[in-house]
């Protein structure tokens, strides 16, 4: 994403950002080796299941740094003509299933923008990237929030039913 500066965000199957780093001077395809030992170090030698990514990281290198650091399936679409083997992996369902859901990407983009970077009242890089942490942490808190509430109006439903239950 980029506002301002290019800034990389990883989320997990929970919406959560378990990583992110503000971009000075670097291309997208240049980060996957810094991002992949960031994570194996934050998962603690955990499996990925998958990992999802845009067309501007693709490289050769950036894919056999991916499959060398235990990730299972790899969302790294190609730029430009695909061969056939390429055509029939980006064919699976599962592939097409986990490139639909990078969209959700611009989404927490968007939330990040509500959550203090649509505007960025520091000044110099240092600023922004305090910016950038408290807009995560923001948007995080604002997850853990919405998962609490669900987590408390599924309790409450089931200790209704079971009121009525007994009731009758």
Known sequence: MELGHLLLITTDQY???VDYKVMQEQRD??????LA???????????????SFDKG?????????LQQNAVGQIILPKKGKLNQAEKQMQSEKSYKTLRHQHSAVESNINMLEHHGLGRCMDKG??????YVGISVLSYNLHILGNI?????????LKAEKARLRKAA
């Open 57 to 65: 990281f693709y490289s050769k290198e950036n894919l056999a740094t």
């Open 37 to 51: 030992q960031r994570l194996a170090k934050t998962l603690e030698g955990k499996q990925i299941a998958s990992i």
């Open 29 to 34: 395809a240049a980060r996957i080796t810094s």
């Open 125 to 130: 890089i240092k600023g922004f990237r305090r």
């Open 15 to 17: 919406q959560f950002i």
């Open 148 to 156: 609490l509430v669900q987590t408390e109006k599924a309790a409450a």
